[in-house]
């Protein structure tokens, strides 16, 4: 099935880390993707994981993937009010021709940071 | 460099109208995929062209969606009759190489936001 679950929204107070986590169905996935769209922009990758790794870590963002249960994170360290958007979990998925060439998105995590 | 971008915006159109959205890639960008967004629901895959050629449009709902990318340039997505379920945000991506291929980024454009009403 092509099903990737996130929870709707998150609230955290500027400061604080985020932690936004994501279900996928595909094990064979190659890559799994984090973007986020800022309201009235369009999507904008923020970091991705190769699927033999465990963790990745790009400045305040960690990534982290759990293959066994089909588990991805992002953690936001030190979360700013400019961190507020919606974060859009992705996974690919072979296309008809063979390669992976479909993103398979969740619904989105609104992340709302206060002071 | 300039990035993917959409036309228009937003579109308010009456059941039963047609309307048709455009995309201009990056240039020198082969694949091209449709994306929709439906009432905050996920992002779903529409279709996926290389160069001037439908590759998959298995995410396509039905005939009254017809995409076409003439010489491989900008693309367009016609809904004709559109419906009160065709409302949504349409998301533009291009990108160099297939999406899942080793280092390659697609890049989205802001998404045509349709209403029908």
């Known amino acids: 099935g092509e099903d990737v679950e996130q929870s709707l929204f998150l609230s955290v107070r500027e400061g604080d880390s985020s932690v936004i986590n994501c279900t996928y169905t595909?094990?064979?996935?190659?890559?799994l993707y984090w973007y986020k769209q800022e309201p009235g922009a369009g999507l904008q990758l923020l970091t991705y994981i190769f699927s033999n790794m465990d963790m990745k870590q790009d400045q305040r963002l960690t990534v982290l993937l759990n293959k066994k249960d089909k588990h991805l994170s992002l953690r936001i360290a030190d979360t700013q009010t400019g961190d507020s958007a919606i974060y859009f979990c992705a996974e690919t998925l072979e296309g008809f021709s063979g390669g992976y060439n479909k993103l398979i998105f969740g619904a989105g995590t609104r992340l709302a940071v206060h002071p | 460099e300039a990035g993917v971008t959409q036309f228009p915006s937003h579109s308010v159109i009456e059941k039963g109208q047609t309307v048709t959205l455009r995309c201009d890639p990056i240039s020198g960008h082969d694949n091209l995929y449709w994306y929709r967004r439906v009432m905050g629901k996920e992002i779903k895959f529409l279709l996926h062209?290389?160069?001037?050629?439908?590759?998959?449009e298995s995410g396509m709902p039905n005939n009254r969606f017809l995409a076409e990318r003439t010489g491989g340039t900008y693309s367009t997505l016609k809904v004709q009759p559109a419906e009160l379920e065709d409302s949504g945000v349409y998301f533009c991506?291009?990108?160099?190489?297939?999406?899942?291929?080793?280092?390659?980024?697609?890049?989205f454009g802001q998404g045509t936001r349709l209403t029908v009403v």
């Open positions: 062209f290389v160069k001037e050629s439908k590759q998959d």
């Open positions: 991506a291009s990108s160099r190489q297939g999406i899942g291929t080793m280092n390659t980024e697609a890049f």
């Open positions: 595909d094990s064979s996935s190659t890559y």
